[in-house]
Antibody, heavy 122, light 107 residues
Framework: QVQLVASGGGVVQPGGSLRLSCEAS????????MYWVRQAPGKGMEWVTF????????YYGDSVKGRFTIARDNSKKTLYLQMNSLRSEDTALYFC???????????????WGQGTMVTVSS | DIQMTQSPSSVSASVGDRVTVTCRAS??????LAWYQQTPGTAPKLLIS???TLQSGVPSRFSGSGSGTDFTLTISSLQPEDFATYFC?????????FGGGTKVEIK
C-alpha cells in the first residue's frame, strides 16, 4: 500500500534551518508530483510547495518563497523540504502528500503522510 | 490568490442526521474542488475530487455538488466514524488554497 513517511522535524531557533524528508513506498514515486502542506497548531491547512514528477518545476506559497526549497531524489524515492531563515510563524505540522494523477498534476492530494512537527522558538 | 470560505466552522449533530458543509471560492474554479476529512492525530483523507467524484472506498453517504464558486459536501446519514473535521481545497490553480475547516461534533 502507499506509504509516505515524513521525518526531520524538531525544535529550531528563529533564523535557523531544517531539512524535512519524506520517504515514499508502495507506488512509482517518479511518476507523481508531490507536495508539502502545513498546519499550524489549531489552524487550517496551508499549501507550502509542489514539485513535478521529474523535478523540472516547483511552485511555492508566498509565505515561504525564497526561504524554502523543495527537491526530490527519484532514485531514493524521497522528497525533501529545505527550510531556511525560519520564523515563529513557520511552526506547524508539515505533511508530505502525493498528487492524485500520474505525470500531469491534478492539484488534488490523494495520499498524505502522517506529518512531522516543526517548532521555531528561542 | 483564490480565497476559500467554508461554513459553518463547526456543527453539532447526532448519528443519523444529515449534515451539509458549504465552500465558496472568491472566483470561479469550475469544478476544481476537493474535500478532505481529518480526524485528530491522523493524516487527511481525500473524500471527493472534481467537486463530485467520490474516491474509491468512501461511503456513498458522502456526496459533493456545485460548480463555479459555490460547493457543498453532504453527509446523508451521519455515522459515529464521521465525527471529524472537513475541509475543502481549490484545485484550479497554484497557489492551492484551503477552506478553514468544519468540525463535525457530537450533539
Amino acid at each position: 500500500q502507499v506509504q509516505l513517511v515524513a521525518s526531520g522535524g524538531g525544535v529550531v531557533q528563529p533564523g535557523g534551518s531544517l531539512r524535512l524528508s519524506c520517504e515514499a513506498s508502495g507506488f512509482s514515486f517518479s511518476d507523481y508530483g508531490m507536495y508539502w502542506v502545513r498546519q499550524a497548531p489549531g489552524k487550517g491547512m496551508e499549501w507550502v510547495t509542489f514539485i513535478r514528477s521529474d523535478g523540472s518545476q516547483q511552485y511555492y506559497g508566498d509565505s515561504v518563497k525564497g526561504r524554502f526549497t523543495i527537491a526530490r531524489d527519484n532514485s531514493k524515492k524521497t522528497l525533501y523540504l529545505q527550510m531556511n531563515s525560519l520564523r515563529s510563524e513557520d511552526t506547524a505540522l508539515y505533511f508530505c502528500a502525493r498528487d492524485a494523477r500520474e505525470h500531469n498534476a491534478l492539484r488534488v492530494l490523494d495520499q498524505w503522510g502522517q506529518g512531522t512537527m516543526v517548532t521555531v522558538s528561542s | 490568490d483564490i480565497q476559500m470560505t467554508q461554513s459553518p466552522s463547526s456543527v453539532s449533530a447526532s448519528v443519523g442526521d444529515r449534515v451539509t458543509v458549504t465552500c465558496r471560492a472568491s472566483q470561479t474554479i469550475y469544478t476544481w474542488l476537493a474535500w478532505y476529512q481529518q480526524t485528530p492525530g491522523t493524516a487527511p483523507k481525500l473524500l471527493i475530487s472534481e467537486a463530485s467524484t467520490l474516491q474509491s472506498g468512501v461511503p456513498s453517504r458522502f456526496s459533493g455538488s456545485g460548480s463555479g464558486t459555490d460547493f457543498t459536501l453532504t453527509i446523508s446519514s451521519l455515522q459515529p466514524e464521521d465525527f471529524a473535521t472537513y475541509f475543502c481545497q481549490q484545485a484550479n490553480s497554484f497557489p492551492l488554497t484551503f477552506g478553514g475547516g468544519t468540525k463535525v461534533e457530537i450533539k
